[in-house]
């Protein structure tokens, strides 16, 4: 039997259309801002690392919250972070991101454009046949007005894939202030900018990305409902995100 998607969830053809587009190299994803005449075009695809969850219960959010440091420093409950609510098997998986690129010009000077379109976590190979949002445990899909997009939010621009067994201690370095100011985090830093944490004891890793204010969490489901890819998108070009 094929999947058939909640339509309350489903991408419109917009987002699906820059879900499939902005993993091809080559390809024209939109303009440059007030630049009509410029492409933003996809440049390459960068596997970042690999990042394994053993739990298959996954997290994609901002790895702390500034709000939240008063409370975590003194050993006072904070927000769970927004594990998803799909489950995905055990396991190893890639980290991806796309690159675009759109050159512009700013008060004389001259700029590459580079950015980060996406992120995604490869699941498997399999073809996708459709795009959803990925709904977190706590959220109420009846509660979802029409052409909302439910997303994460992030202080720092950062988001970051996390196994939701091992929350608490892969998120710890990220939380380590001494008189307000943050600590050197003890992580492995990645192309890209993204950084990886290991939990050894649990066998389970966090890996950031670049998530500009946070972002909207897409799944691509295969005709028999897997998740084959997870995509985090922080804006599209044209495209409400």
Not at 11 to 28: D, S
Not at 70 to 86: F, H, N
Not at 166 to 190: H, I, N
Request: charged share 25%.
């Amino acid at each position: 039997m094929e999947w058939i998607g909640d339509a309350r969830l489903a991408a419109g053809p917009e987002a699906a259309w820059y879900l499939e587009t902005v993993f091809t190299p080559g390809e024209q994803l939109g303009t440059v801002y007030d630049d009509p005449t410029t492409p933003v075009v996809v440049t390459g695809i960068e596997e970042v690392t690999a990042i394994r969850i053993p739990s298959g219960r996954l997290v994609v959010d901002a790895p702390w919250h500034d709000d939240e440091t008063w409370e975590y420093e003194r050993g006072l409950p904070t927000s769970p972070p927004r594990e998803l609510a799909v489950r995905i098997p055990p396991g190893t998986y890639r980290v991806e991101i796309a690159w675009t690129a759109g050159p512009y010009e700013f008060f004389g000077e001259h700029f590459d454009g580079v950015e980060c379109a996406a992120t995604r976590l490869r699941i498997s190979d399999d073809p996708v046949v459709g795009w959803e949002m990925g709904l977190g445990v706590d959220d109420d899909i009846d509660r979802l007005q029409p052409g909302e997009r439910i997303r994460f939010y992030s202080d720092a621009n950062v988001g970051c894939f996390a196994d939701a067994g091992a929350w608490t201690a892969l998120t710890a370095p990220f939380r380590a202030y001494v008189d307000g100011r943050p600590m050197p985090r003890d992580s492995e830093q990645l192309r890209g900018g993204c950084e990886r944490v290991t939990d050894e004891s649990q066998q389970a890793d966090l890996v950031t990305f670049m998530a500009e204010s946070g972002g909207v969490v897409w799944l691509g489901r295969t005709k028999t409902s897997d998740v084959a890819v997870i995509v985090v998108t922080s804006g599209m070009p044209g495209v409400k995100a």
